[in-house]
């Protein structure tokens, strides 16, 4: 099946600061890929629809300028988190829609503690 | 607008047990239907699928599911549970009518399972 990976799985880093997220599709070409925050004991939250060579998409009440999303190639998405404060802290999922029925992929997730 | 209910934050059965994960949709068409499983801090991972071809759809790691039309369901069930089977499941919605577009998964909020000794 179709493979997405992470990176990094594990992120801590210090208020104020930047933390980039890489998405990747291994072994298929994604056009199209979803940026999910997880809070613990809840379901997912799309943040944010990221198309490759265009704008990402952002839901409702989502910061475009606090997560930034680039979508450069194929198979490569990233999500940057700007100025990263402790509300920031959550599990991040990215993953990749591939086949023709919109079933997604996704990769393992990336837990972000902000100090 | 299409939605998805899981019926059940928290489902508690015995190891042997059946298994049974309630998912019913609402939609003006018939959609195309997934189940997912997400072990602790991992992502998220496809059971099965319904795309509109057999109506009991057989997942991995024994799970099936069967889509009922005139019940708007699609419950996840397993014959015996397995404590490995401890995780949080997640019943999603596509439509069909959207393939190839940015057209998002609904999800429902996902069903815990716990597995007793």
């Known amino acids: 099946g179709a493979v997405v990976s992470q990176h990094p799985s594990r992120v801590i880093c210090k208020s104020g600061t930047s933390v980039k997220i890489e998405c990747r599709s291994l072994d298929f070409q994604a056009t199209t890929m979803f940026w999910y925050r997880q809070f613990p004991k809840q379901s997912l939250m799309l943040m944010a629809t990221s198309n490759e060579g265009s704008k990402a998409t952002y839901e409702q009440g989502v910061e475009k300028d606090k997560f930034l999303i680039n979508h450069a190639s194929l198979t490569l998405s990233t999500l940057t988190v700007t100025s990263a404060h402790p509300e920031d802290s959550s599990f991040y999922i990215c993953?990749?829609?591939?086949?023709?029925?919109?079933?997604?992929?996704f990769g393992p997730g990336t837990r972000l503690t902000v100090l | 607008a299409q939605s998805v209910t899981q019926l059940g934050s928290h489902v508690s059965v015995s190891e042997g047990a059946l298994v049974l994960l309630r998912c019913n949709y609402s939609s003006s068409v018939p959609p195309y239907l997934f189940w997912y499983v997400q072990y602790p801090n991992q992502g998220l991972q496809l059971l099965l699928k319904y795309t509109s071809a057999a109506t009991l759809v057989k997942g991995i790691n024994g799970f099936e599911a069967e889509f009922k039309k005139s019940e708007t369901s699609f419950h996840l069930t397993k014959p015996s549970a397995h404590m490995s089977d401890a995780a949080e499941y997640f019943c999603a919605v596509s439509d069909p009518r959207r393939r190839g577009s940015n057209y998002q998964l609904i999800w429902g909020a996902g069903t815990k399972l716990i597995i007793k000794p």
């Open positions: 993953s990749a829609r591939q086949g023709e029925h919109n079933e997604q992929f």
